[in-house]
Every structure is written in structure tokens, then in C-alpha cells.
């Protein structure tokens, strides 16, 4: 892999490949959870991206067992193995704010405005293994430092955004090598890390899709259970579930 000859041009080769916004996207893969030495198990999921919108499909085996959308800012979770579903708006000031909750969702994406002009202005410096951001997004109605750790030619390594005020990580994201999809240049694995939540997402397959064919999550079933992203009993299940954040801590 040729090294970038300077922080300028890895930061190039990065907003050059990842920063490029794209009419809408499809793939599949793997998602394999862990809670310290304890895992969760896996699903096989199916996602689909347009502009704002993300809706993912989460198979154990045979069977449907998670469906999840984020159209704008409202945000939608159902476990049908429990007949149970999560909606409602992601609130501006909670976490990173419905923008933020978007580009975590799909962190390859940097295309978003505010994520490039961060970028974009972000300090770079050399580390032993390539090259380092340091910058801050605002997201959320806060400013949240992060560093951006990029190997040696300038693909992604290592996310790390921290509280307002740099009081702590709150989610670091981590990128496996880069590999030529029939959609483009995407990492082999993304992995989030939250506390003692590691979810990993492997994929295996990404390709560009036309938007006409993009279907929405269904709706609920009239017997299912469901409650509203306000209800703090939402987030402790939310929690146990799907491991997004330590108890007492925002998602």
C-alpha cells in the first residue's frame, strides 16, 4: 500500500473516497454483539440507505427477528420475536443529535455536510502506522471532539468521538481493511464500541441501488406491544436488547 506523502493528501485520498454522496445503497451482512467476555449471539442483516433514510432487516436463521428504520429524524425499532416495537423522534440534544445517530449508523458515509466540513478543517498529524484528525463535530446542539485515525494511504482506521468537553469517549468505531465492492470502496468490518458493548458488523455484499426499488419497514402488527422512545422503559430495553449504552448513560 503506498503511504500518502503527507497528512494533506491522505486527507484527500479519505474525503475522495468516502465523502462522495451517492443516490442510494444497499447491503448485506453480518452482525455478531458482545457485553464484556459475554456475546449475544449474531443475525444476518439486510440495510438499505437513501439520503436521510436507513432501514435495516435482522435475520436469526429463517426468521425476521429485527426490524429498524430511521426516516429523518424519527427512529423505529421492532423485536418481532417479542412483538414489540420502539418509535418516535430522536430528540436534537440527546447523544449526537438525529444527525449524529445517522452517520453512526453508516460511518463509511462521510458525505454528510457537517462530517466533511470537519473534517475538512480538522489538525492532522503523522502517527507511527499513518496519519491522525483531530477535530470537532457539532452535533447534537454540542461540540463533541474526536480523532480520526487513517493508515497509511488515508483510509479509515479508528473513530473516536468524545463527550462535550472531551469528558470521555462516547463511542469509538473501528474499520477493518478496505475491499472493492460492486458499490465501491467500503471496509471488510465495522465495529462499535460503547462502554462494554461491541457490536460488529461484517460485510458482505454492497452495491448501489435505484431509489424507486427502496421499500420502507412495515408497520407493526395490530397485537404488538409498543412504546414510545419517551417511555424510559423503552431505553432499558433498548439497552439489554440491542446493547447501544450503559444504563444511565445516553445511547
Same mark, same amino acid.
Given at each position: 500500500?503506498?503511504?500518502?506523502?503527507?497528512?494533506?493528501?491522505?486527507?484527500?485520498?479519505?474525503?475522495?473516497?468516502?465523502?462522495?454522496?451517492?443516490?442510494?445503497?444497499?447491503?448485506?451482512?453480518?452482525?455478531?454483539?458482545?457485553?464484556?467476555?459475554?456475546?449475544?449471539? *449474531?443475525?444476518?442483516?439486510?440495510?438499505?440507505?437513501? $439520503?436521510?433514510? /436507513?432501514?435495516?432487516? @435482522?435475520? +436469526? &436463521? =429463517? !426468521? %425476521?427477528?429485527?426490524?429498524? *428504520?430511521?426516516?429523518?429524524?424519527?427512529?423505529?425499532? $421492532?423485536?418481532? /420475536?417479542?412483538?414489540? @416495537?420502539? +418509535? &418516535? =423522534? !430522536? %430528540?436534537?440534544?440527546?447523544?449526537?443529535?438525529?444527525?449524529?445517530?445517522?452517520?453512526? $449508523?453508516?460511518?463509511?458515509?462521510?458525505?454528510?455536510?457537517?462530517?466533511?466540513?470537519?473534517?475538512?478543517?480538522?489538525?492532522?498529524?503523522?502517527?507511527?502506522?499513518?496519519?491522525?484528525?483531530?477535530?470537532?463535530?457539532?452535533?447534537?446542539?454540542?461540540?463533541?471532539?474526536?480523532?480520526?485515525?487513517?493508515?497509511?494511504?488515508?483510509?479509515?482506521?479508528?473513530?473516536?468521538?468524545?463527550?462535550?468537553?472531551?469528558?470521555?469517549?462516547?463511542?469509538?468505531?473501528?474499520?477493518?481493511?478496505?475491499?472493492?465492492?460492486?458499490?465501491?470502496?467500503?471496509?471488510?468490518?465495522?465495529?462499535?464500541?460503547?462502554?462494554?458493548?461491541?457490536?460488529?458488523?461484517?460485510?458482505?455484499?454492497?452495491?448501489?441501488?435505484?431509489?424507486?426499488?427502496?421499500?420502507?419497514?412495515?408497520?407493526?402488527?395490530?397485537?404488538?406491544?409498543?412504546?414510545?422512545?419517551?417511555?424510559?422503559?423503552?431505553?432499558?430495553?433498548?439497552?439489554?436488547?440491542?446493547?447501544?449504552?450503559?444504563?444511565?448513560?445516553?445511547?
Amino acid at each position: 500500500m503506498p503511504r500518502a506523502a503527507s497528512g494533506s493528501e491522505a486527507r484527500a485520498h479519505l474525503l475522495a473516497t468516502f465523502a462522495v454522496p451517492e443516490a442510494g445503497s444497499r447491503g448485506v451482512g453480518v452482525v455478531a454483539a458482545k457485553h464484556g467476555d459475554r456475546r449475544e449471539g *449474531s443475525l444476518e442483516v439486510r440495510w438499505a440507505t437513501l $439520503a436521510e433514510s /436507513t432501514v435495516v432487516f @435482522g435475520y +436469526a &436463521g =429463517p !426468521v %425476521r427477528a429485527i426490524d429498524a *428504520s430511521m426516516l429523518g429524524d424519527s427512529l423505529y425499532v $421492532a423485536l418481532r /420475536t417479542s412483538d414489540l @416495537g420502539f +418509535a &418516535g =423522534p !430522536v %430528540r436534537e440534544r440527546e447523544g449526537l443529535g438525529p444527525a449524529g445517530l445517522r452517520f453512526l $449508523a453508516r460511518p463509511w458515509d462521510l458525505s454528510a455536510a457537517w462530517v466533511k466540513d470537519a473534517i475538512e478543517h480538522a489538525a492532522v498529524e503523522a502517527r507511527d502506522k499513518g496519519w491522525r484528525l483531530r477535530g470537532t463535530f457539532a452535533s447534537g446542539g454540542s461540540a463533541h471532539p474526536f480523532t480520526l485515525d487513517l493508515d497509511r494511504r488515508g483510509d479509515p482506521a479508528r473513530l473516536a468521538v468524545a463527550r462535550p468537553g472531551g469528558r470521555g469517549e462516547r463511542i469509538v468505531v473501528r474499520y477493518g481493511p478496505t475491499k472493492s465492492f460492486r458499490g465501491g470502496t467500503m471496509p471488510r468490518w465495522i465495529e462499535w464500541t460503547q462502554g462494554s458493548a461491541v457490536i460488529r458488523l461484517s460485510i458482505d455484499e454492497y452495491a448501489r441501488g435505484e431509489p424507486a426499488r427502496f421499500r420502507h419497514a412495515p408497520a407493526a402488527d395490530p397485537e404488538w406491544t409498543l412504546m414510545t422512545l419517551d417511555d424510559p422503559r423503552s431505553r432499558d430495553l433498548l439497552r439489554r436488547y440491542l446493547g447501544i449504552g450503559e444504563r444511565g448513560e445516553d445511547p
